[in-house]
Each structure stands twice: as C-alpha cells, then as structure tokens.
C-alpha cells in the first residue's frame, strides 16, 4: 500500500519561510511531486525530485531524502497570494505515472 | 490555464442515477488520468489510459469505467451514484505513460449527489 504523510495546516506570516513536510512509504518509489492547489481549482505542479538533494526554483524549494522517505517543500519570502493547500505526490512505479496524494498541507499566510 | 478541458463544470443529479464526465487532453498528450477528491480525503487516483488503452488503474470503484477515445478524449462514467461519490472528479494529461513528465490537471467538474 501507498501511506503518505503531510501536516493538515499550517499558518505563517508574510515575508516569512515556511517549510512544509511529507513523509512516504510506497510500494515502489520513482519520484516525488509537489502541487499548489488553491480552493476548488485545480493543482498547478510546483517542483519535482527524484535524486537526493535540493531542487530551486524561484521562491520554491523541494528536497528529498529517499533512504529517510522523506521530502519538503520551502517556500520563501511569503506572499498572501501563497495561502493554499501544498500536496505531495509520489510516483510509486516505475513504468507507469500515476501518482499517490497526500491529504495537502493547507497553508494560511497572514498579514 | 493547463490546456486541459473539462466538463461540465457542474453536474447536480440524484442517487441511483448515471453520468457521464468528459475530459480533452492538451493538444499531444497521450495519456489522461481521473483523480476524486472529497473534503475529507486527499486526491484519489481512479485510472490511468494511455493512447487509447487502459494504463494503470487505482481505487476505482466496481460503478465506475471509463474509456479514451480514437481522438484521445476521455470519458470517466459513474453509475448508480450514492450520496459519497459527491467530490471534485479531476482529469490530469502527460505526454507520455512513464518517465519524467508532470502532469497537467484539469479544472475539475464537481458533482453533487442529491
């Protein structure tokens, strides 16, 4: 089975870091995604790791430690517009591209 | 916007009745998946096709099928709806079935089971 492990909220203050964890135990392991999705829209894809080590982009960082199954997702100088739910996803098969969801970890940036 | 399209965007209907969701993938994209997402649960991966055929398939239940078309559209159908398959059903498209591609989600129909 697929058990994938996020925080259910969070809260932090604008211009602040935030850092937003997952944990994975998978059947199978072959990379790990994270999505923004803001309420009743659809989740945009933010970051993506399949090595050890940390990804950049912009103002959005996602690590990933495989033998730990463990990964986060750091957001830096934070903007309102940043209040949403994060989702981790891991691609538990090699050969196929469905992914596993986590519940989302929803964000709430305060002034 | 994603390129993928989906509809209707709403759909209100009563339980044991049937419908039909459809999903266009971005113009190239070969494969198209359907995820549900309730308020209590994360997004749930239903199935997967790939050029027409079936990919992968995750908790979808016995009530449900879908099907991808010649024109590489979708049709996810969901028969004798109860009260619990009220969600958010999405469809998501990537260019191929495996390897390195993202995948791009759609806007999502949300259906209410009355």
């Known amino acids: 089975g697929q058990n994938i492990d996020q925080p259910t909220e969070m809260t932090a203050t604008e211009g602040a870091i935030v850092q937003i964890n997952c944990t994975y135990q998978t059947s199978g392991f072959n990379g790990l995604f994270w999505y923004q999705q803001h309420a009743g829209e659809a989740p945009t894809f933010l970051s993506y790791?399949?090595?050890?080590g940390l990804e950049e982009k912009g103002r959005f960082s996602s690590f990933l430690s495989r033998s730990k199954g463990y990964s986060y997702l750091l957001l830096k100088e934070l903007q309102m517009k940043d209040s949403a739910s994060y989702l981790c996803a891991v691609r538990a098969q090699t050969g196929a591209n469905n992914l596993f969801f986590g519940t989302g970890t929803r964000l709430t940036v305060i002034p | 916007d994603s390129g993928v399209t989906q509809t209707p965007k709403h759909l209100i209907t009563a339980t044991g009745q049937r419908v039909t969701l459809r999903c266009s993938p971005r113009?190239?994209?070969?494969?198209v998946y359907w995820y549900q997402q309730s308020l209590d649960q994360g997004l749930q991966f239903l199935i997967q096709?790939?050029?027409?055929?079936?990919?992968a398939k995750g908790n979808i239940l016995e009530r449900f099928s879908a099907q991808q078309f010649p024109d590489l559209h979708s049709e996810l159908n969901l028969s004798s709806l109860e009260l619990g398959d009220s969600a958010l059903y999405f469809c998501a498209s990537s260019p191929r079935d495996a390897g390195l591609y993202e995948q791009f989600f759609g806007p999502g129909t949300r259906l209410t089971v009355l």
């Open positions: 113009s190239g994209d070969l494969s």
């Open positions: 790791n399949v090595l050890d």
């Open positions: 096709y790939y050029n027409g055929e079936e990919r």
